[in-house]
């Protein structure tokens, strides 16, 4: 197997140039040889399908071609590689979470909730995007427009655009942290055969004792519902977030000092 059919997981970790020229269309074409039986659309749609029934580490050039019916070698023709490929899928992706078209709501607070929402759905449709190292980001089309779309209902905070930037990192930041407890649970159950009803059922008999000795009396004042599935941490922790960016904003606002961007006070 080639370094270019390799299981790489990190996006930006293949030739930056060509990942570029692809997703900004500014790679020559080929003009000779035989009428193309393939588009490079084609080849990247077909690689997240692949990664979404079977995981990111399913993915290989090799694989891909099976898929598709079609020779390993006449892959390159359109892309270099696996890390190539993989820039593009997440580009690809990307544009799922501000579909074309789709208004963003104006005030920021809509936003945020907006970009919340998005990306948590974003990540449940492909649970592999928590496998990929994205701590260098290849700026494609699709994740140009996602933070272009975003930038004017978020400076209606009064905030710095350094600022702006790290409310855009906080919100993603959170919802992947929530996104991976639920994938991992998921993948756990699948994985084990064993449901969580049963994992933690499994542990009841030794939980019990542990509150009936007396060594975790915090513990055992919890109320039966603690830990009860239909809670939605997810809206409440969203909630939680808002309020504190609009605590900020109103300080700000207050103090006068908008970072050199419009106030907020509209918004609230």
Same mark, same amino acid.
């Given at each position: 197997m080639s370094s270019k059919d390799s299981a790489t997981t990190t996006s930006g970790s293949g030739d930056i140039r060509r990942s570029l020229d692809l997703l900004w269309g500014t790679g020559e074409r080929a003009t000779r040889g035989p009428k193309p039986a393939l588009t490079l659309d084609r080849i990247v749609? &077909? &690689? =997240?399908e692949l990664a979404d029934r079977e995981g990111i580490a399913a993915v290989s050039m090799r694989r891909l071609s099976t898929e598709l019916g079609t020779g390993t070698m006449s892959l390159y023709r359109y892309v270099p590689g696996?890390?190539?490929?993989?820039d593009l899928m997440l580009d690809k992706v990307q544009g799922e979470a501000v579909p074309e078209g789709e208004a963003v709501p104006g005030t920021w607070r809509g936003c945020v909730e907006g970009m919340a929402r998005g990306h &948590? &759905?974003?990540?449940?449709?492909? !649970?592999w995007l928590l496998k990929v190292n994205h701590g260098r980001t290849v700026l494609g089309p699709s994740a140009m427009r996602s933070f272009e779309v975003v930038i004017a !209902?978020?400076?209606t905070m009064g905030l710095s655009d350094p600022e702006l930037l790290s409310? =855009?990192?906080?919100?993603?930041?959170?919802?992947?942290?929530? =996104?991976r407890m639920e994938v991992d649970t998921v993948e756990a159950t699948q994985e084990t055969g064993m449901s969580d009803e049963e994992f933690w059922g499994s542990q009841q008999p030794f939980l019990e004792r542990a509150m009936l000795s007396g060594?975790? !009396?915090q513990m055992a004042s919890l109320s039966e519902d603690t830990f009860s599935y239909e809670y939605d941490h997810f809206e409440f922790g969203l909630r939680r977030l808002v309020d504190g960016f609009a605590a900020l904003v109103e300080e700000r606002a207050a103090s006068g000092d908008g970072g050199g961007r419009t106030s907020a006070c509209e918004d609230e």
């Open positions: 749609e &077909a &690689a =997240i696996k890390a190539e490929l993989l &948590a &759905a974003l990540y449940r449709a492909h !649970p !209902p978020l400076r409310v =855009i990192l906080t919100v993603q930041n959170w919802v992947t942290g929530h =996104i060594d975790f !009396p």
